[in-house]
């Protein structure tokens, strides 16, 4: 649901209405321009995230870089340097025999995959149809790595173990997204996930793990990293999606593995010169944000159950919280209006009141009804459950006042 914002001119977006044209000359902002200057400028916010700040503000991240890394050192060079010291790093976090840096988790998944079907001889890869490669990556799997994705179901969740032991065709990798973003950042149980792994393995299929945002998922679990990496044959995870660093993604497994993904890695063009912001970035991200992932976890079902009290209260005829409790420090949010008088309501209420619930924009999801997602970050963790109830009870008022 998340897209990529730039900038506005937040001149023009005063008490929560829309200047015409002959207001300054210039042309009506957006709502997407209003929500980005209404986020930058609130002062208050579940979350602040790095990527939609300014440039400024993304470069002095960089300040910490000293803490992370001896800056005496050399540069790195094809991925030597502080990339190398990256990838042990997260090797060592999922405990793995080895790791390698990719830009981008789109690259790293394809070429783990492409390794794993060149191994079992099998180019299928069974998958959920709410997975990143089926949904934002433009068939990257068939176009451009030779892959053949076959679906296991349909529901909005993880795929269960009888849907992986009695699917009808053969396959060589399972993959699994933790969490299934798409579906509402949702984890199955940690019986459910060794049940879907063993019922794979008695296929004699390889297990690949999409773990984008592997790091959220030890609070729901009750397991450490290495133990639910440990369940996989290979993982990929992100360096930005929760710890806030420029981009760069890393694929951990065995050495054999890593090591052949590096050659695949360099054919793709993915081998960049140098990568050292990034990689300071990450272990800037790794040493500050990790720590705090369970933390953001647990104050987001706090947040989840203000919201419910808080629409209920303001008069919301129908609305849903998903997952009821969150799997992570994300979740959706469902409401029974059109999206752009949604998102007018909810921009508006920032501008009057400094206080933003939702920062991101809002999807149409059928006839009359729209959906978004909530982030909590650090700067969630300065809401108390009344804060959110008062601006949840708010925001409905002035939505059924609208609609």
Same mark, same amino acid.
């Given at each position: 649901?998340?897209?990529?914002?730039?900038?506005?001119?937040?001149?023009?977006?005063?008490?929560?209405?829309?200047?015409?044209?002959?207001?300054?000359?210039?042309?009506?902002?957006?709502?997407?321009?209003?929500?980005?200057?209404?986020?930058?400028?609130?002062?208050?916010?579940?979350?602040?995230?790095?990527?939609?700040?300014?440039?400024?503000?993304?470069?002095?991240?960089?300040? +910490? &870089?000293?803490?992370?890394?001896?800056?005496?050192?050399?540069?790195?060079?094809?991925?030597?340097?502080?990339?190398?010291?990256?990838?042990?790093?997260?090797?060592?976090?999922?405990?793995?025999? =080895?790791?390698?840096?990719?830009?981008?988790?789109?690259?790293?998944?394809?070429?783990?995959?492409?390794?794993? &079907?060149?191994?079992?001889?099998?180019?299928?890869? +069974?998958? !959920? %149809?709410?997975?990143?490669?089926?949904?934002?990556?433009?068939?990257?799997?068939?176009?451009?790595?030779?892959?053949?994705?076959?679906?296991?179901?349909?529901?909005?969740? $993880?795929?269960?173990?009888?849907?992986?032991?009695?699917?009808?065709?053969?396959?060589?990798? $399972?993959?699994?997204?933790?969490? $299934?973003?798409? =579906?509402?950042?949702?984890?199955?149980?940690? @019986?459910?996930?060794?049940?879907?792994?063993?019922?794979?393995?008695?296929? @004699?299929?390889?297990? !690949?793990?999409?773990? +984008?945002?592997?790091?959220?998922?030890?609070? *729901?679990?009750?397991?450490?990293? @290495?133990?639910?990496?440990?369940?996989?044959?290979?993982?990929?995870?992100?360096?930005?999606?929760?710890?806030?660093?420029?981009?760069?993604?890393?694929?951990?497994?065995?050495?054999?593995?890593?090591?052949?993904?590096?050659?695949?890695?360099?054919?793709?063009?993915?081998?960049?010169?140098?990568?050292?912001?990034?990689?300071?970035?990450?272990?800037?991200?790794?040493?500050?944000?990790?720590?705090?992932? %369970?933390?953001?976890?647990? *104050? +987001?079902?706090?947040?989840?159950?203000?919201?419910?009290?808080?629409?209920?209260?303001?008069?919301?005829?129908?609305?849903?919280? !998903?997952?009821?409790?969150? *799997?992570? *420090?994300?979740?959706?949010?469902? $409401? %029974?209006?059109?999206?752009?008088?949604? &998102?007018? =309501?909810?921009?508006?209420?920032?501008?009057?009141?400094?206080?933003?619930?939702?920062?991101?924009?809002?999807?149409?999801?059928?006839?009359?009804?729209?959906?978004?997602?909530?982030?909590?970050?650090?700067?969630?963790?300065?809401?108390?459950?009344?804060?959110?109830?008062?601006?949840?009870?708010?925001?409905?008022?002035?939505?059924?006042?609208? &609609?």
């Amino acid at each position: 649901m998340s897209d990529t914002d730039g900038t506005s001119d937040t001149t023009r977006v005063r008490d929560g209405r829309e200047p015409g044209p002959e207001a300054d000359g210039a042309s009506r902002p957006t709502l997407r321009e209003r929500r980005i200057a209404a986020r930058r400028g609130a002062p208050r916010v579940l979350a602040r995230l790095g990527f939609v700040a300014p440039l400024r503000e993304r470069l002095a991240l960089l300040e +910490a &870089a000293g803490s992370v890394y001896d800056l005496d050192e050399m540069s790195d060079v094809y991925g030597n340097g502080v990339v190398e010291a990256l990838e042990k790093r997260v090797a060592g976090l999922l405990g793995t025999e =080895a790791a390698a840096f990719f830009p981008t988790g789109t690259m790293a998944q394809q070429v783990a995959l492409r390794c794993w &079907a060149g191994r079992t001889g099998d180019p299928t890869v +069974a998958l !959920h %149809p709410l997975s990143h490669p089926e949904v934002h990556e433009r068939n990257a799997f068939s176009q451009v790595s030779g892959l053949r994705p076959v679906r296991l179901t349909s529901e909005p969740r $993880l795929p269960t173990a009888e849907e992986v032991r009695d699917f009808e065709e053969p396959f060589g990798a $399972l993959m699994l997204e933790l969490p $299934l973003r798409d =579906a509402g950042f949702v984890l199955p149980t940690w @019986e459910e996930l060794t049940g879907v792994v063993a019922a794979a393995r008695e296929r @004699e299929a390889v297990v !690949h793990v999409d773990g +984008a945002r592997l790091w959220e998922c030890v609070e *729901h679990f009750g397991r450490p990293l @290495e133990e639910i990496a440990g369940l996989a044959d290979s993982v990929y995870v992100s360096f930005y999606k929760s710890l806030g660093a420029f981009g760069g993604a890393a694929l951990a497994g065995p050495t054999t593995l890593v090591e052949e993904a590096k050659a695949w890695r360099h054919r793709y063009g993915g081998n960049v010169f140098q990568q050292f912001p990034t990689a300071l970035s990450a272990l800037i991200g790794l040493d500050r944000e990790l720590p705090r992932l %369970p933390e953001y976890v647990r *104050h +987001a079902r706090v947040v989840a159950a203000a919201l419910r009290e808080g629409l209920e209260a303001g008069g919301m005829p129908w609305f849903r919280v !998903h997952p009821e409790v969150p *799997h992570t *420090h994300d979740f959706q949010v469902w $409401l %029974p209006y059109e999206a752009d008088v949604v &998102a007018e =309501a909810a921009i508006a209420a920032v501008e009057e009141t400094g206080a933003m619930l939702f920062a991101d924009h809002w999807d149409p999801k059928g006839p009359g009804v729209s959906a978004t997602e909530v982030y909590v970050r650090s700067d969630g963790l300065e809401w108390s459950a009344g804060d959110v109830r008062e601006a949840a009870e708010e925001f409905a008022r002035r939505l059924l006042r609208a &609609a």
